[in-house]
């Protein structure tokens, strides 16, 4: 089983939904969360990263830590066809070491 | 630069030649790191640099897999003898130190085939 598990869709939506993007981990000592975006034949980068339980909202993403459940989420409002992007979570652990997930495909369809 | 330099962009390679792959940081970054993406599968931990030191290779998949930074800049992966197994995409990432939590900047990376 891996540490952290994502699913890697596709997830096709229409433009304008609500898009929720999840990780489940199994690793306890994970201390902070992070989502990243990458585009096709690109680097991720950095959207959030939050620490506690809780939500943290920027802009149109909130990101959501669920450390009972062991469960991260990711939503994106009023989505829209460049938010289209493959979204990879990554956990840090006690060691600075960053554990990533696969990363889910998502399609935002105009 | 602005931003974290990969190249070449693209690699393609007989299996047993060896390939190097460079990583020119942005500028001022103490922490680099070198991930390996295959397809479906998230970023595979692969070696960390600070400074020129590399106090992390825990990720390395084997000793034909080597890498070196040079006056706390620019980073080489070098892959000996290349396998099938090799082809991936090699992203470089940096940052202000291991600590700084929003501070990793990928490069675009190096698409390497194996043929």
């Known amino acids: 089983q891996k540490e952290v598990e994502q699913d890697p869709g596709p997830l096709s939506v229409p433009e304008g939904a609500i898009v929720s993007l999840n990780c489940t981990y199994s690793?306890?000592?994970?201390?902070?969360f992070m989502w990243y975006r990458q585009y096709s034949r690109k680097g991720p980068e950095l959207l959030m990263y939050?620490?506690s339980s809780g939500n943290k909202e920027d802009g149109r993403f909130t990101a959501q830590v669920d450390k009972s459940s062991k469960y991260i989420s990711l939503f994106i409002r009023d989505s829209q066809p460049s938010d289209s992007a493959t979204y990879l979570c990554a956990m840090r652990d006690s060691n600075y070491q960053l554990i990533w997930g696969a990363g889910t495909k998502l399609i935002i369809k105009p | 630069g602005a931003g974290v330099s990969q190249s070449p962009s693209n690699k393609v390679t007989e299996k047993g030649k060896d390939v190097e792959l460079r990583c020119d940081p942005i500028?001022?970054?103490?922490?680099l790191y070198w991930y390996r993406q295959s397809l479906g599968q998230g970023l595979e931990f692969l070696i960390y640099?600070?400074?020129?030191?590399?106090?992390?290779k825990s990720g390395l998949p084997s000793d034909r897999f080597s890498a070196e930074r040079t006056g706390g800049s620019v980073s080489t992966l070098t892959i000996q003898r290349t396998q099938q197994e090799d082809s991936a995409v090699y992203l470089c990432?940096?940052?202000?130190?291991?600590?700084?939590?929003?501070?990793?900047?990928f490069g675009s990376g190096t698409r390497l085939t194996v043929v």
């Open positions: 939050t620490y």
């Open positions: 640099f600070q400074g020129n030191s590399a106090p992390d």
């Open positions: 500028s001022g970054h103490t922490a």
């Open positions: 990432a940096s940052s202000p130190s291991r600590q700084e939590l929003g501070g990793y900047t």
């Open positions: 690793n306890s000592a994970f201390q902070y």
